[in-house]
């Protein structure tokens, strides 16, 4: 998804060639962006849990694997760009976190997920486990060999079943 933005800002040798984007910029392309990626998803209410988890992952670990190390000079601008901070978190609420929510309320509508548990406290925790996985890729240990498919399916299964033994 963003890494179709992040494309053309990050080199791999440098911060020098990191374009600053308008919120107008931001704004108007990632509606495209989102569509064009398996983030566009959380728009469709015929997916299952399982599919709607599986997409946003694999969509978030793709990016994680374009960017590799260079995911790094992200989270430095991040941290450093005044106007980066302030857009970001603009741009995931918008095109995001509401269309995650909605989506997640949708699946406790249809019994798929718990009801008793807050749609955002859920959103939140899928979001983490599949964050922390393109971070651990791209920024803790880039040079390890990871095992998406395997990696998945057991973070699906923590998500979907719990981690517990069954008693």
Known sequence: MISSLLETTISASSRSDLKVYSWEDMDASFPRIIKE?????????????????????L???EAARFLGPRLRFVLVEFLQNEHTRALIPKLFEKYIWVELVAAVRTLQARGELRPNLQAEALARHILMAVL???LLRGVVHPEASFDDPSDLEVMLEILLRGIRCKP
């Open 37 to 57: 990626s398996s983030v566009g998803c959380l728009q469709s209410d015929g997916l299952g849990a399982r599919a709607l988890i599986e997409a946003l992952a």
């Open 59 to 61: 969509d978030r670990w």
């Open 132 to 134: 922390g996985h393109g």
